[in-house]
């Protein structure tokens, strides 16, 4: 089954140290999405799909990158739709190259970092709808400069205690305790 390796991937993070009781509900929401949908990572799917992000931090792991998202006017991690690739790791860094125009940009690990199930707001010709985000670190090489793409208005190295200057949200800041940790 093509969802297996995605499975497995949860079932581990559920057990990682990583994984905080905040993440609980998204986690087990993911979970039984990817076990009931065969079309889990198709745009196409109604209901939501998979999307992969990166926690890109820069090589002293001070800063993570943010992109100031065009489509949802937020400040957020690089990341997005799976399009029918069942490797979330290769998604995300897929996404995170395209999104921050860096070159060289190495997964700290193969394992996951962080989950998250949101909602996307409905737009022209798709109806409102879930992300199910799953989300893994990367490490940008020294000198590392970024590269606006046509899907940010911006993008910024922003220090760990200034993050929540940029973002509120639960899943971005708990992404931040978990670097900080």
Not at 21 to 37: C, K, N, S, Y
Request: aromatic content about 8%.
């Amino acid at each position: 089954m093509h969802r297996q390796p995605l499975l497995d991937l949860l079932t581990r993070f559920e057990t990682s140290p990583l994984c905080t009781e905040r993440e609980r509900a998204p986690l087990a929401q993911l979970i039984d999405f990817v076990r009931r949908e065969p079309q889990c990572f198709e745009r196409a799917t109604l209901e939501g799909h998979i999307t992969g992000s990166a926690w890109i931090l820069d090589h002293n792991l001070r800063h993570c990158l943010l992109t100031h998202h065009k489509k949802l006017g937020l400040w957020l991690q690089p990341g997005g739709h799976a399009d029918g690739d069942a490797d979330v790791l290769r998604v995300a860094a897929k996404e995170a190259q395209e999104e921050s125009g860096i070159d060289g940009l190495l997964p700290q690990s193969c394992e996951i970092f962080d989950v998250d199930v949101h909602s996307i707001p409905a737009r022209k010709h798709e109806p409102e709808h879930l992300h199910f985000d799953v989300r893994f670190v990367f490490v940008a090489p020294p000198g590392a400069k970024y590269v606006l793409s046509d899907e940010s208005h911006a993008l910024a190295w922003v220090a760990r205690d200034k993050v929540h200057e940029y973002n509120t949200d639960d899943s971005v800041l708990r992404m931040t305790d978990k670097w900080a940790g």
